[in-house]
Every structure is written in C-alpha cells, then in structure tokens.
C-alpha cells in the first residue's frame, strides 16, 4: 500500500512529537524513501549523508557491503556472539589485541553492544578516572536518550537533566572555555 494512504507528511508526527520539533528546527525533516552505502535517498529528489549511527547502520552502511557480508558470514560460525554477560576465548583475545594497540589502555576494556551503554560506560568512567561528578559536554552535542546521555545532550527540552547532573557546555573546539570549564 502507497505511503499517502497513511496520512500526510506534513501532520504531526503521531509516534514521536519531540522528533518532529527536532528535524523541522535542523531542517531534516523530510521522507526518506531508500538507502546506499552511507546516503539516504529522500522524497525530493535529494541524497543525504546518514551520520546517524543509530541501531548500528552507519559503521557498515545501508545495502550491500563486504563488512556486513563478512559479519554475516561470521555469525554463522560456531562462535558465540555475546560479548556480556559471558566471556568467550575470542572476548579476550579481542580485548588483549586492543590493549597492546593502545598507548593508554593497559588495564581493562569495556564492551558495549549498544551506542547508549557505550555513552554510560564513558561517562562512569570519567566519573571514576578524575573523582570528579560534574560533566563538561560540547554546545549542541547530542548523546542519547538514556538519562546518562541526556545529561550531557544539549537540547532545550532535555536541559533539566544537565541541570540535574550538573553539566557544563562549551563551544566544540573552544580550549579556552574547556580549561575554563576544568
């Protein structure tokens, strides 16, 4: 059945109103209609950049891609494929590989196996590294939709929980408002 017989584009978003407001105030707000590599075919006529990394589409892209097909074929091997809550011989040497690439991990590593657990994993442990509770986050940086991620998002209908967690923002790539922040 054709899109136009389940409404119009241009009514209110039934699912997510908060979405709505934030694509017409970035000017995204538009249907897409396909994908390829990393570019989202939209309804009028234009191409997009997907830097949405969300359920994990932009590491490998939209449609065919010899990484996908590789992490395809790779499943079907008789590995596990849980990175938590068990561990697995791979796991490890996974994570000891990454050690020894690294000039500053050299105790553990953390996997996550989603973008919000990855944003929590970091701010805990910057909680933990500098003993410190107050966050310092980019101006119109946006990091998720779990309470961690939205202390550190900086969007206005979300700020009460910057508030909460006591977050700092300052300009990307502005040193001196960091080291005045720190």
């Known amino acids: 059945m054709p899109l136009e017989h389940f409404g119009h584009l241009s009514a209110p978003n039934p699912i997510n109103p908060l979405l709505d407001r934030k694509l017409k105030t970035c000017g995204l707000y538009t249907q897409v209609n396909g994908a390829s590599g990393n570019q989202l075919h939209c309804g009028d006529n234009k ?75 970091a701010l805990n442990s910057a909680r933990l590294a500098t003993g410190r509770l107050r966050l310092i986050a980019a101006v119109n940086g946006t990091h998720g939709k779990s309470i961690g991620g939205l202390s550190v998002t900086h969007t206005s209908p979300v700020n009460e929980f910057a508030e909460l967690a006591g977050t700092v923002f300052v300009p990307f790539g502005d040193i001196d408002a960091m080291d005045r922040a720190l």
């Open 47 to 121: 191409l997009v950049l997907d830097f949405v990394p969300g359920h994990g589409c932009l590491p490998l892209g939209h449609g065919r891609n010899p990484v996908a097909e590789t992490v395809a074929e790779t499943l079907k091997l008789p590995l596990t494929n849980l990175v938590q809550p068990y561990f697995s011989e791979a796991t490890e040497v996974l994570a000891r590989r990454l050690m020894s690439l690294s000039p500053i991990i050299t105790e553990r590593v953390n996997f996550a196996t989603t973008g919000t657990e990855a944003i929590e994993i």
